[in-house]
C-alpha cells in the first residue's frame, strides 16, 4: 500500500483574463493559509470587470478573507488591476493583509529605486502623451501603443497620486510590508514551513534594462530599437514640459517650429512661399511628420519591457526541495541575474551550502510561465533547459484569441514547442481545453508515487494544480 504524501500545496490559477492572479493554499499547523500572488486582468479584454468580481468572490470564498501573504510582482495593469476593480472589497473590511511582498524597486526609502520610479512615471506620461494624439489615430503604429498601453496601471480616477500598490502597502502597514532583493532567503510569517528564494529583480541597472536575447533576431513584436526608444521618450518629455533627457538639439529653440503651426500658416492668405512649397502635395514624400511614431512605438516596447524587468521572482522550496517557480514576467537581464548571487549570498546555520540558480532551477517542479509566454521571458540555456526535474509542469496564463487580436505571439511558437517537451505536456493554459488538459496529467503522471493533480472549475473560472511532496519540516 502506497504512503500518503506528507502534504500539498495547491496553486489556482485564474482563467479567461490574459493576466496573472494566482492563489496558493498550504496547511500550517493544522490551518489553510492563503498566498495571493497578482490579481490583473489586461485592459481591453472582452467583460474584464465582470470576470475580475468573480474572481474576488472566488477568492474570498476559499481564503474568508484572511490573506496571509499577498506578493505582487510589478506594476502591469495585468497583474494589478483586480486590486483597483474591486477595491471596496480589498481595502475595505472584506479581506485582510497579513503581509505584503514587494520587490526591492517599491522601496521609497532606496535611492536607486526612487530613481527608476521617477524614470518609469515620465515615460509612462510620454506613453500616454503618444496614445493621446487623436489626430493621429488611424495611423497602424497608434494601434500597437495603444496594446502597449493596455499593460500599464493607469492613473487613479479619484484625482488621488496613490497607485494600487500604496494601497496595498496602505492596507498591509508598514511593519508587514517587506521588500525583498536578490538573494534573500525568507519565510512568510505564517507559514514558516515554506522556504522562499528571492532571484530578482537585479540591482544592476544594465541587467534591468537588457530585455532582449544577445543572438538572433527576433520575430516577436517585444522586440525594440534602444536608441529609437531612447530618442522619442525625449520628445514625449519635451511635449509634457519635462526635463529632457537629450540637451543637444541641432537648432536652438528660437528657430524650432511645430508642424501643426507652419501647416496654419501655409493655408492661411498670409502663407509665405517656404511654407506653401513644404506642404505642396508633390513634397509630400520628403516630410517626416508622423515617422516619429516609428520611435513611439520602440519607446512604448522598450518601456513595458524594462518594467517586465523589475518582476519579482520567488522560488518556493517545499519540504522535499521541489520549487515552485514564479517569475512574474522576467525578462532576459532579470533571468541572467539569477546566477549572480547565490542564496542566500553567504552560507549561515539553516543553509550552511547556499543554493545557486542551477541548482534551484533543477528542482522546479512547477514553473508560472512568464509574461504570457511570449519569446523573451523564459531563457533558453540559463532557463527552461536547467529544469531538468521530470516532475516538472507548467502554468500558462494566456488567453491566446486575445493575444491574437493584437497580434501578439503568444504563446510563441519555439518556447511552447520545447515547454511541451519539457513537461511532457502537462500544461493549463487560461484557455486551455479542461478534457485535454486533464487526460494529459493522466497520461503522462509527474511522478509514479505523488503525482500531480489537475482540476477545472465547471463554470471556467479557474484551474488548480495540486503538488505533493513527501517530507514534513519540523
Same mark, same amino acid.
Given at each position: 500500500?502506497?504512503?500518503?504524501?506528507?502534504?500539498?500545496?495547491?496553486?489556482?490559477?485564474?482563467?479567461?483574463?490574459?493576466?496573472?492572479?494566482?492563489?496558493?493554499?498550504?496547511?500550517?499547523?493544522?490551518?489553510?493559509?492563503?498566498?495571493?500572488?497578482?490579481?490583473g486582468v489586461l485592459q481591453g479584454v472582452q467583460g474584464a470587470r465582470e470576470r475580475m468580481k468573480a474572481i474576488v468572490e472566488d477568492i474570498h470564498a476559499l481564503t474568508q478573507g484572511e490573506l496571509d501573504l499577498v506578493v505582487v510582482t510589478h506594476e502591469h495593469h495585468d497583474h494589478l488591476s483586480g486590486f483597483s476593480y474591486e477595491k471596496a472589497r480589498f481595502f475595505g473590511q472584506d479581506f485582510d493583509i497579513h503581509e505584503l511582498w514587494l520587490a526591492w524597486t517599491e522601496d521609497p526609502n532606496d535611492a536607486l529605486a526612487v530613481s527608476l520610479h521617477q524614470r518609469f512615471s515620465k515615460s509612462k506620461a510620454a506613453l500616454n502623451k503618444v496614445v493621446q494624439l487623436t489626430a493621429l489615430a488611424n495611423d497602424p503604429r497608434i494601434g500597437t501603443l495603444r496594446g502597449l498601453a493596455a499593460f500599464v496601471e493607469p492613473l487613479?480616477?479619484?484625482?488621488?497620486r496613490k497607485t494600487t500598490i500604496d494601497l496595498l502597502k496602505d492596507k498591509a502597514g508598514a511593519s508587514a510590508t517587506r521588500y525583498l532583493k536578490p538573494g534573500d532567503v525568507l519565510h512568510p510569517e505564517r507559514l514558516p514551513s515554506l522556504k522562499t528564494m528571492v532571484l530578482g529583480p537585479p540591482r544592476d541597472e544594465q541587467r534591468l534594462r537588457k530585455d532582449a536575447p544577445a543572438k538572433g533576431a527576433g520575430r516577436e513584436v517585444y522586440l525594440t530599437d534602444g536608441e529609437e526608444a531612447f530618442a522619442i521618450e525625449d520628445r514625449a518629455r519635451r511635449e509634457l514640459g519635462e526635463e529632457p533627457l537629450i540637451s543637444e538639439l541641432p537648432f536652438a529653440r528660437p528657430y524650432q517650429r511645430l508642424l501643426d503651426d507652419a501647416r496654419k500658416v501655409a493655408a492661411s492668405a498670409d502663407g509665405g512661399g517656404v511654407e506653401q512649397l513644404y506642404f505642396a502635395e508633390a513634397n509630400d514624400w520628403r516630410r517626416i511628420e508622423a515617422e516619429w511614431l516609428d520611435g513611439a512605438e520602440a519607446m512604448g516596447l522598450k518601456m513595458d519591457?524594462?518594467?517586465?524587468?523589475?518582476?519579482?521572482? /520567488?522560488?518556493?522550496?517545499?519540504?522535499?526541495?521541489?520549487?515552485?517557480?514564479?517569475?512574474?514576467?522576467a525578462q532576459v537581464g532579470n533571468w541572467l541575474s539569477w546566477g549572480d548571487q547565490t542564496y542566500p549570498p553567504q552560507a549561515s546555520a539553516e543553509q550552511p551550502t547556499p543554493a545557486t540558480r542551477d541548482d534551484i532551477l533543477a528542482r522546479v517542479s512547477l514553473y508560472k510561465v512568464g509574461h504570457h509566454g511570449s519569446h523573451n521571458a523564459t531563457l533558453r540555456?540559463?532557463? /527552461?533547459?536547467?529544469?531538468?526535474?521530470?516532475?516538472?509542469?507548467?502554468? /500558462?496564463? /494566456?488567453?491566446e484569441a486575445v493575444a491574437q487580436q493584437n497580434e501578439w505571439q503568444m504563446p510563441y511558437p519555439d518556447l511552447f514547442q520545447a515547454l511541451q517537451q519539457r513537461t511532457e505536456g502537462r500544461i493549463v493554459s487560461g484557455d486551455g481545453d479542461p478534457a485535454k488538459e486533464k487526460a494529459?496529467?493522466?497520461?503522462?503522471?509527474?511522478?509514479?508515487?505523488?503525482?500531480?493533480?489537475?482540476?477545472?472549475?465547471?463554470g471556467g473560472l479557474w484551474v488548480e494544480l495540486s503538488i505533493p511532496y513527501e517530507k514534513c519540516r519540523h
Open positions: 500500500m502506497r504512503e500518503p504524501a506528507c502534504g500539498n500545496i495547491a496553486v489556482r490559477m485564474y482563467r479567461g483574463i490574459l493576466g496573472d492572479c494566482f492563489l496558493l493554499r498550504h496547511g500550517e499547523d493544522g490551518q489553510t493559509r492563503h498566498i495571493l500572488i497578482d490579481c487613479p480616477a479619484d484625482g488621488s519591457s524594462d518594467t517586465n524587468n523589475t518582476s519579482l521572482v /520567488l522560488a518556493f522550496e517545499l519540504a522535499d526541495h521541489q520549487v515552485l517557480l514564479f517569475p512574474g514576467d540555456e540559463f532557463g /527552461l533547459e536547467k529544469m531538468t526535474s521530470p516532475r516538472l509542469v507548467a502554468m /500558462l496564463p /494566456l488567453v494529459a496529467f493522466t497520461a503522462q503522471p509527474s511522478d509514479e508515487r505523488y503525482p500531480a493533480q489537475v482540476e477545472h472549475d465547471p
